[in-house]
């Protein structure tokens, strides 16, 4: 309660440009920044931007309230009931919120972008503490992002997104800290006791070919159940949920990149120099362009099962005094089926036609070939993602004016292998059958067009190369926190605390991997049985991307089981030591992170002609960082087995060691001024920093295990790396004109500093040598005036120097196969090794939120906002090379939500939007590329009916409109992939006792 003091005579337009003018000198003098209030504390200073919730009305109201009185800026989601969240996927519930987009992964939203900012730089809370993140790579993983499909949505109290800096809060979010809230048994006054069940139908699942193909009908359960006692001193709350999911997802891409050159530039995968009678529009000599690799068309089946538990005692042994134990687990199993069909460029014989201008992509891009591989594999994965924290919270009122908060736990992330055939398989099968292919990439779905091969034959198939990785990701976070508050007087107060963090970090890979890659090199296609080789098309399972019912259309493939192939593999071998993954781990990379950090906040509320109110902080932070390692020393001599293959061998390891270390001090200052009853200003500065990812500052060393003509590629971290730092300014001014009615307008701007750059120089390691560029190769390339062509010198070495040193011809299998092994005398094998550091460049990015809700006296309502992100950030599309000062992620989003409510029925549709992002930035010489997704929106309805005030039933529908997903890397012609999804309907039941 505000008491009454002497107020300076001004106006309230005065008193709003003040506020103004000192939120500007602040900047300027680089003020101290805005400081609020910690997690835990947050319930007296929240402020929800309520999305439709059951419970619509009342929900809203509160919700206003909360965001009219916080301090800063921050953005919510809650559930009216416990166990009745507005969706069923807790990133896809963030995503209503201004500024906050998704990454979804095969149709459901995982990862979250704020404000411009990638996943690794949101920060997520359980009840306030640092949560651990966990993901699987195809090598050793480096995310510190929070997968929210992780968590079900009905264990969820409440979303809180802090878009503003504060001293309270553990640093790391630098679009947002995100409060992931639990239900407690003393925030309920009665015993709820609820059980629900869904049934869910996931088109995508019924959309793949037989062997990927789906339950069409997944069971989802739930239960609650939380109490306390008469008394008030002791409550308990239990939760748990199971749920199965069948889906999947047709995907057309070019996985292995595109190779980009300018001009005349020669190397291999340059077009021919000069004038072209096969290529139309060839580019100019100052233009960019670029080539694809390959072109792959994949079917993919996904069964998962994800049980989330969470068990909560509180005790309030005397009045004054509040203990919570809680333990929170979820998990996740994966069985993943994959089957593909794909043609490879080897940049000969190239023609087409290119797109006019710079950068130019291929409108259509082809090659001669007669007898090329027509390659088709197949995997299985089984995966598992575990989450677990334990914690311990003591709330204590010391005296009216002074109480104390004690918060520990400890939390840990795991995803792995959950069999022994690893995270990363595939089989390769191939039909050497292919004649000239070209791809038309003009339309939304590529066309691929292969000439000669007539109707495919079993018995043409045989077996290639495979590859059974395996990677583990462990994260664990042991925090401790202890904070106060003083009550200074009515007007005032002070919070302070301090907060020791330490994160272990281990990331992990191995890889088992046979480079059998050719024809007859496995037994040939005697080897492999027919009857395992199932005849199909491939345009049917991409109906909805236009473009795919092309005539021209290359329309076969074969469908086969993993086992049936597997089983014929070890037949053929003898054996399954290389068909399964090893868990010796030789890349093994552990980071520890200590943190201390200490914080200070001032608040004050005050009248200046309009009521004011201040949060003025700062928090000072050490962080130490050790990361041990162990490293795979390659053999000396790389082998040449096929014409862009050049495995690597390696043989023991060694242990290394690297440290680093940084401070900080992050100020912070949050204003607000409440021009009328209805209309309230807001300014807000402060420091934040995102730490970087794990693989930059691991110790280690990493060699990737297969090399090409062109050289090798490696990595290695860097412990010395600092944060990224921003400073960030916001203004947002809200007008709430009616009950449950306002809308609200906010700016804001993030100053970027120390981006963490990564780097790619060129060095031998360990001596390693290659027969490329080495005598035989020179020699062969002369005297078969082989142009470079690579398998024009590999038949010329094993006709003519089928004896030399190092040259193991197999004539029995094919002119150009065999095996050609580096000598002392050959080049060093150059590899492009990433690194990364500081750079020196700084950086903005700014936006608009724009907010607006209403509701109806009839039960009607609607809310919707825009977000307008900008950047210097950008990737130069006509610039060649690897960029890495650009910022992943950003990019305008936006959302429509109506919805009625009445006392038995409710519905509620809502349209979420986001604009064109960058996704991924691809390194490299000639592979550096953007990957971006293209605008994407998708509505989503549900609709609830309460039987009675026990029984309540529930349909939703998500992606009711059945979108697709594209991908393009410089032009919309450069194809990265295209991604048939489906619809996902779920019809259920709650009953509550």
């Known amino acids: 309660m505000r008491h009454p003091r002497p107020a300076l005579r001004m106006t309230r337009l005065a008193a709003a440009s003040g506020l103004l003018f000192v939120g500007a000198a602040a900047q300027a003098q680089n003020a101290p920044t805005v400081g609020t209030v910690a997690p835990q504390a947050m319930a007296s200073t929240t402020q929800l931007e309520t999305v439709v919730v059951t419970g619509i009305r009342r929900s809203l109201e509160s919700s206003v309230n909360l965001k009219r009185q916080a301090s ?4 919510g989601i809650v559930a009216e009931d416990i166990g009745k969240f507005p969706d069923t996927n807790l990133a896809e519930s963030l995503s209503r919120i201004s500024g906050v987009s998704i990454d979804r992964n095969n149709g459901e939203g995982t990862r979250v972008t704020v404000r411009g900012m990638g996943p690794d730089f949101n920060l997520v809370l359980l009840n306030g503490r640092q949560m651990p993140g966990a993901s699987i790579d195809s090598s050793a993983p480096a995310s510190r992002s929070f997968d929210f499909s992780n968590l079900a949505s009905d264990g969820v109290a409440a979303l809180e997104v802090y878009k503003t800096s504060r001293a309270a809060s553990p640093t790391g979010g630098m679009g947002a800290t995100i409060n992931v809230r639990t239900p407690r048994p003393f925030d309920t006054k009665e015993t709820i006791a609820q059980v629900g069940v869904k049934f869910v139908n996931d088109e995508s699942a019924s959309r793949s070919p037989g062997e990927q193909k789906g339950k069409s009908v997944t069971p989802e359960l739930n239960g609650i159940y939380s109490t306390q006692t008469a008394d ?16 999947g997802y047709n995907q057309a891409t070019v996985p292995n990149g595109w190779k980009s050159w300018v001009g005349n530039e020669g190397g291999w995968g340059a077009l021919p120099a000069g004038p072209s009678t096969t290529i139309k529009n060839r580019p100019g000599p100052t233009d960019l362009y670029s080539v694809p690799q390959n072109i792959n068309y994949a079917f993919v089946g996904i069964h998962r099962e994800r049980l989330n538990g969470q068990l909560v005692l509180q005790a309030r042994p005397v009045k004054d005094v509040t203990a919570t134990l809680d333990f929170v687990m979820s998990e996740q199993k994966f069985t993943q089926r994959r089957n593909d069909i794909s043609a490879w460029f080897n940049y000969g014989g190239q023609f087409g036609e290119f797109s006019q201008g710079s950068p130019s992509s291929p409108l259509i891009y082809g090659e001669g070939f007669n007898g090329a591989d027509l390659a088709m594999g197949t995997s299985r994965i089984n995966t598992k993602n575990k989450n677990r924290s334990v914690g311990l919270n003591l709330k204590w009122k010391a005296t009216d004016a002074l109480s104390f908060d004690f918060d520990a736990h400890r939390s840990t992330a795991t995803s792995g292998a959950a069999d022994d055939l690893g995270t990363a398989v595939t089989m390769g099968t191939a039909a050497f059958v292919r004649g000239n292919t070209f791809v038309d990439f003009s339309n939304k779905f590529p066309v691929m067009n292969i000439a000669g091969t007539g109707t ?9 190369g495979t590859v059974f990785g395996n990677s583990y990701h462990r994260n664990q976070v042991s925090q ?3 904070r106060g508050n003083w009550k200074i007087n009515a007007d005032s107060s002070l919070d302070f605390g301090l907060t020791l963090t330490e994160v272990d970090n281990r990331s992990a890979f191995s890889n088992v991997q046979r480079d059998t890659w050719g024809a007859n090199i496995a037994g040939g296609p005697a080897a492999m049985p027919d009857n395992i080789f199932k005849l199909d098309s491939i345009s049917k399972y991409f109906e909805r991307i236009p473009g795919s019912g092309d005539s021209r259309m290359f329309n076969q493939m074969f469908n086969f089981n993993f086992e049936d192939l597997r089983a014929a593999a070890i037949k053929q071998l003898g054996s399954d030591a290389l068909l399964k993954a090893s868990w010796d781990f030789v890349d093994d990379f552990r980071t520890k992170e200590t943190s201390e950090a200490l914080f200070g906040q001032y608040n004050l509320a005050w009248d200046w002609g309009v009521p004011m109110d201040a949060a003025v902080g700062v928090r000072y932070e ?7 390692s162990t490293e795979k020393i390659p053999v000396a001599a790389a082998a040449w087995v096929a014409d862009n293959e050049v495995p690597i061998s390696f043989s023991g390891s060694r242990s290394a060691s690297k440290d680093g270390k940084y401070d900080y001090v992050l100020p912070s200052i949050d204003l607000s001024a409440d021009l009328t009853n209805d209309t309230k200003l807001r300014f807000s500065y402060g420091h934040s920093i995102g730490r970087p990812g794990w693989n930059a500052i691991q110790g280690g060393q990493r060699i990737n295990q297969l090399a090409r003509v062109d050289g090798g590629e490696a990595s290695v971290g860097n412990p010395n790396l600092r944060p990224l ?15 449950s009615s306002y809308v609200a307008a906010s700016y804001f701007r993030k100053s970027l500093k120390d981006y963490n750059e990564g780097i790619n120089e060129s060095v031998s390691l360990f001596d390693v040598r290659t027969p490329i560029g080495g005598a035989l190769y020179n020699e062969a390339n002369t005297a078969g005036n082989c142009a470079g062509n690579t398998n024009c010198i590999r038949t010329w070495i094993f006709a003519n120097r089928a004896t030399a040193p190092g040259v193991a011809a197999r004539p029995d299998l094919g002119p150009a196969i065999g095996t050609i092994t580096a000598q002392p005398t050959d080049p060093l094998l150059m590899f492009k090794r990433a690194n990364f550091v500081n750079n020196t460049r700084r950086s903005t990015i700014n936006g608009i939120e724009l907010n607006a809700q209403h509701t109806f006296s009839n039960g009607f309502g609607v809310s919707a906002n825009f977000t307008k992100v900008r950047s210097d950030l950008d990737y130069d599309l006509a610039k060649k090379g690897s960029q890495t000062d650009v910022l992943v992620g950003m990019g305008d989003s936006g959302n429509l939500v109506g919805f009625y409510e009445n006392e038995t029925f409710s519905v509620r549709a809502a349209y979420n939007w986001r604009g064109k992002f960058l996704v991924a930035n691809y390194g490299g010489a000639e592979g550096a590329q953007p990957l971006y997704v293209e605008p994407y929106g998708q509505w989503d309805v549900s609709a609830g009916y309460n039987f009675n005030k026990h029984l309540r039933f529930q349909i939703e529908a998500i992606n009711l409109t059945d979108e697709y997903t594209r991908t393009h890397l410089r032009t919309e012609h450069q194809l990265g992939g295209v991604t048939q999804l489906g619809r996902r309907i779920m019809v259920g039941a709650r009953y509550k006792f």
């Open 622 to 628: 050490r962080t130490k960082v050790h990361s041990p």
């Open 232 to 247: 008030g001193m002791f409550g308990i709350a239990l939760i748990g949920t199971y749920q199965e999911r069948d889906s």
């Open 480 to 482: 401790v926190q202890a």
């Open 456 to 464: 495919l034959s079993p018995a043409s198939m045989e077996l290639q």
């Open 72 to 75: 800063g800026l921050v953005d």
């Open 725 to 739: 730092h921003s400073r960030n300014l916001d203004f947002s001014a809200e007008h709430y004109y009616a009950k």
